[in-house]
């Protein structure tokens, strides 16, 4: 990882151990999801102990036992929405020498694991949340030997099983739509080119580029960011409850925003990585381990070195835009875009209700409770003084309550305001930055706008997933990314004459919107 006081060089940084439910709160009161998961995490290891010969009640006392042991180990941890407190970026810092690990583990080799494979080395090491090292250290005895070989099991069932052989393959993908609500399957060819791509993103992303992108597009998108930045600057100059210093700062950030449009020009090397083909003898199986030894290689080359920030280190055939904190850059890349993201043909109100506002929206995440902790170099340092950040609380509260309010499903489970605040407020926010372009362009269509804006966040959910993104996605449910959305802003009101009494009406002292 990226060094957190200075970002230019490479940590090493220590998780915390992996729970089979993710979430350290699964193990006081198990949600919806959380049964969701783990019948699926059961039943995978279900299938493989059961072809491992091991029988119906051997296999339901390893369960026990792992579950036994995970629920030990989830006491050390934090929740994921404790994670998702601003606060957590400090904590979670934790720069230790080698006598300190060996204080906080005496009894499990972490130290000897690290001397072996050459992490020790680093001249910085960062322990994500040191009471989780603690935990395990303590929960390594003799006595608990049984459940640790039992949740190792439990744990390599589900990392291995999609890529043992045909029939473990299918049972997992059938397992996994049981999981997530859907029926079909996408195609064999799909999903091999999903595996192949998430190893070499770079190989892929060179031929795409060949056949379906050039200097015109990239530069398009370019131009698309540099006005979204410029007119941050105005927002910035007329917010009035920050402070001038503070003013001046975003400022400076602003206009260190490394700009990453469609594609870099400069690639990974991939030739530590060899994979041995099919016809060579080579299995799938060999060939994940072989690139996992090979990536673990790479990791080991970086310990005390500078980071090449000139690789973008991105997958830009992902379906995603965002912002890296650690390094202040807006990534804006051709997997995000399709005939409701950006096209070259697009009109500019379309390109400003689609493309445009998620561009505003991720340079807003420079200036929220996170980017307020990251300086215009991507180190930690926290830029703003106590009057700013407590006039941002005030107004992020009143959009937390909001959210907060809000049932989404029948079973009357509210939201966690707290959770998509960040989120929430940049979406509002890079709204708000196309909106005031929007007031540079002459006779600009506001319908075609807010319709391109809507199409942009229309989407179909299974039940089962969108439950899942209430508890532990940080973006809203896309309906309310929109309605929301445009509820804040005079210019919806006008373009579709909404009065006191409509169902989307909101008045204006309750509007929440933060920028
Ligand atoms: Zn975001």
Known sequence: YPSPDDSSVYEVNIGSPELLLDDAAEYKELTENGKRLKKLKDDTASYILGRLGMSEKEIQDTLKKAYDFDTELAKYQKTLLEMYDPSYVTEAINIVKLDDLKEMSPDFP?????????????????????????????????????????????????NYINMLDED????????????????????????????????????????????????????????????????????????????????????????????????????????????????????YFEAVSDFSKAMDLRDRGRINQKIDKEIWGIDILETNAFYDHTDNSINIVPGFFCDATYSEKMSTEQKYGALGSVVGHEISHAFDTTGSQFDADGNVRDWWTKEDKEAFDERADKLVKYYDKIVAFDDGTPYQGQIVQTEAIADMAGFKCMLLMAKDIKDFNYDEFFKAHMYLLARVYTLERAESSVLSDPHPLYYLRGNVNVQQFDEFYETYDIKEGDGMYLAPEDRIAVW
């Open 168 to 283: 473990a393959y299918r049972t997992f993908q059938k397992l996994q739509n049981e999981y997530s609500g859907i029926t079909e399957n996408e195609s064999d060819q799909e999903l091999a080119y999903q595996a192949a791509r998430s190893a070499f993103p770079d190989s892929f992303a060179r031929l795409y580029i060949e056949k379906f992108l050039n200097e015109d597009i990239r530069r398009d998108v370019t131009e698309l960011c540099r006005d979204c930045i410029d007119t941050y600057r105005d927002m910035l100059d007329n917010t009035d409850w920050l402070s001038e210093s503070t003013q001046k700062a975003a400022k400076d950030k602003l206009d260190k925003i490394k700009i990453h449009a469609v594609y870099p020009d400069k690639w990974e090397d991939y030739s530590i990585y060899h994979v041995k083909a099919k016809e060579e003898g080579g299995t």
């Open 110 to 158: 972490l130290v000897q694991y690290m001397e072996k494979y050459d992490w020790a080395k680093s001249d910085i090491i960062d322990v994500e949340w040191p009471d989780s090292i603690k935990g395990l250290n303590g929960l390594y005895t003799e006595e608990n030997v049984e459940k640790i070989k039992a949740k190792l099991l439990v744990d390599s069932a589900y």
